[in-house]
């Protein structure tokens, strides 16, 4: 998912992508330890996708923060 992509999403639905982003790379670790994973990528993929959201649910708070203050 592009960080353009995210930014159009509403706090709720990017912090709803975080829950899952979250469970589904618990998933793949779980996968890797017991020997049944087999496109390691997808660990990358999916922890960039959490950085990303993370990164963007941040810059909001921050937005909301100076506003406040302002």
């Given amino acids: ?9 509403s706090v ?7 829950d899952d982003a979250k469970e589904e790379l618990m998933k793949l ?7 049944g994973l087999t ?4 660990l990358q993929i999916t922890r960039q996708t959490i950085a990303r959201l ?7 708070q921050q937005t909301a923060q100076e506003e406040g203050e302002a």
Avoid: H, V
Avoid at 39 to 42: C, M, V
Avoid at 54 to 60: D, G, M, V
């Fill in 12 to 18: 709720s639905d990017i912090q709803a992508r975080l």
């Fill in 54 to 60: 993370k990164t963007i649910l941040r810059e909001r």
């Fill in 1 to 9: 998912m592009k960080a353009s992509e995210i930014r159009a999403l």
């Fill in 39 to 42: 496109d390691y990528t997808r």
């Fill in 29 to 35: 670790r779980f996968q890797q330890a017991m020997g």
